[in-house]
């Protein structure tokens, strides 16, 4: 068999399949005059593996691909490092994707990456195979030049969800379907709309109807959808549209089959308060197996929420979880402590929440603030959480009302604020951000 002319290595981890399945979801279907194949490298020592196995084959090229979050890039920048010294040759070029490449791809480069993929990376990554993996020029990518300087080529395009396949059939990869991409409200501490642009691009229900059918036909049983906001699902606006929910859940329900399960505004999406109603939680009910979802707080102080252009206040959660809670499920709340500006009597009000709607019957899924890289928050200090928070913090969560990594997200803040200091914005330092004026 002749050697392909290019081998696509994925760094395959657990935290990131969705993003590399997409990717396969669109190659799958693209035609190329480019001899290519993919391996799935699952732990650092089988990615090594694989380069090796690809270069003793005769392959012209190998790209390495990685996708990370924020608080993962030092982690995988050892990773690389480990890599690198097992195998390494001059047509290897380790390709970093995903939101952090994509708001720091000089620091993503000065890492130890010898391309950042900016942006959404269907198109890059067809052209990339289009190219038989020479990266100069496709747009999309930040690298170095034979001298050393910066390349940075401009964004991809944005294209319609339906565009692209949202998991792979040749290489039997499913996961969560992205209904919606991108978000029209602008939280100061979220990569979405900065990632994904502050519009909602959504996959069709005839499209997705498609997904579902075809995991029916393989046997898969379970849909779940991935969205910034779900009731947002149809809508261009920051109201919910449930007509179109409606359009949606129908038809996934009856493609699924009678022994198949819908879930909708649980994991992995989440609800914003202020959507949910009697009417929109009754669709839920009537259609999707879950009986629990997520509510997007954040907070329990309005001074907070609107420092963080939040769009709802602290009224518009403790309805929405009383109308969860009458309409029988069990609702857990997204709340993050140590947010910008945050005082003594924030925090008490957010503990109070806390307090108030775990009385409830909710469960409190606890964050810590980070900087992440591409929001307006990049510069605010990490969130700092005092220790009479953590003792009130972990009396909640030994009650059962309050779980999440939020010790460890101290950890990541703190050193995502290091390598942003490392690697400053013109004109921008990190600071004490003034909230809003009591
Ligand atoms: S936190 Fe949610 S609602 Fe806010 S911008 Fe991000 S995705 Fe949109």
């Not at 992995?268 to 999707?288: D, F, G, M």
């Not at 963080?308 to 969860?324: F, I, L, M, P």
């Not at 109070?352 to 510069?379: K, N, Q, S, Y």
């Amino acid at each position: 068999m002749d050697a392909p002319a290019l081998v696509l290595v994925l760094r395959y981890r657990k935290a990131v399949t969705y993003g590399f399945h997409v990717l396969l979801g669109a190659l799958e279907e693209h035609r190329t005059s480019t001899p290519y194949e993919v391996r799935f490298g699952e732990t650092p020592e089988a990615t090594a593996t694989h380069v090796r196995t690809a270069l003793d084959g005769g392959a012209q090229r190998v790209l390495v691909l990685w996708s990370f979050y924020s608080p993962d890039a030092e982690a995988m920048a050892g990773e690389l490092a480990l890599i690198r010294g097992l195998v390494d040759a001059p047509n290897v070029a380790h390709v970093a994707g995903g939101v952090h490449a994509t708001a720091e791809p000089v620091q993503t480069l000065d890492a130890g990456w010898d391309v950042a993929a900016v942006g959404e990376g269907e198109t890059t990554l067809l052209r990339l195979v289009d190219a038989a993996g020479d990266p100069t020029g496709i747009p999309g990518l930040a690298y170095r030049d034979a001298t050393g300087a910066i390349v940075r080529t401009r964004r991809p395009e944005r294209r319609p969800l339906d565009e692209f396949r949202g998991f792979s059939l040749r290489w039997h990869r499913f996961n969560a379907l992205e209904i919606t991409r991108g978000c029209v409200f602008s939280c100061r501490f979220c990569q979405t709309p900065f990632m994904f642009s502050a519009k909602f691009r959504h996959r069709s229900v005839a499209n997705v109807r498609w997904h579902v059918d075809a995991m029916r036909e393989r046997g898969l049983r379970d849909v779940r959808f991935i969205t910034p906001t779900a009731l947002s699902y149809g809508s261009q606006t920051d109201e919910a549209n449930l007509d179109a929910v409606e359009e949606l859940l129908a038809s996934c329900r009856e493609g699924i089959g009678p022994d198949g399960r819908v879930f909708f505004g649980s994991f992995p999406s989440e609800i914003r308060p202020e959507h949910i109603t009697r009417e929109a939680l009754r669709l839920v009910r009537k259609y999707c197996a879950n009986t629990n979802i997520i509510v997007g707080a954040q907070s329990g102080s309005d001074r907070i929420l609107d420092a963080a252009k939040r769009g709802h206040g602290v009224e518009e959660v403790r309805r929405a979880v009383r109308v969860g809670v009458e309409e029988g499920f069990r609702i857990n709340v997204d709340m993050i402590f140590g947010m910008p500006g945050e005082d003594r009597a924030d925090v008490e009000a957010s503990l109070g929440l806390a307090r108030e709607l775990a009385d409830l019957g909710a469960r409190i899924h606890a964050h810590t603030f980070m900087p992440l890289p591409g929001t307006p928050w990049r510069e605010a200090p990490p969130g700092d959480v005092a220790p009479e928070t953590i003792r009130e913090v972990d009396r909640l969560s030994q009650r059962g009302a309050l779980y999440g990594h939020w010790q460890k997200q101290r950890d990541h803040a703190v050193r995502l604020a290091a390598a942003a200091d490392a690697h400053p914005r013109p004109g921008r330092s990190r600071t004490i951000l003034p909230v809003v004026d009591r």
